[in-house]
């Protein structure tokens, strides 16, 4: 079994009107970061995953998803 994580910063972002500069700003991570874990180059971590949230103004579990996948 495993598990699929997908993360949803950038609908979340688009849906505040942001773009990643301001985004990074906000949360004081950086645009390539920000534009890796959007695009599923890479996990963030939970720190990560909470500066974001805190900057998008919801919890960091609106932030991602997970799939089993038998």
Do not use: Q, W
């Not at 609908?11 to 700003?25: I, P, Q, S």
């Not at 534009?35 to 103004?57: F, G, K, M, V």
């Not at 919890?59 to 998803?65: C, D, T």
């Amino acid at each position: 079994m495993d598990v699929k994580v997908t993360y949803h910063v950038n609908e979340v972002r688009v849906l505040k009107h942001l773009n990643l500069r301001d985004l990074a700003a906000l949360s004081g991570v950086s645009r390539s970061e920000i534009s890796n874990i959007e695009n599923n180059l890479t996990d963030p971590t939970i720190r990560t995953l909470c500066l974001l949230s805190r900057a998008l103004d919801v919890s960091p579990e609106e932030l991602y998803s997970f799939e089993v996948i038998l």
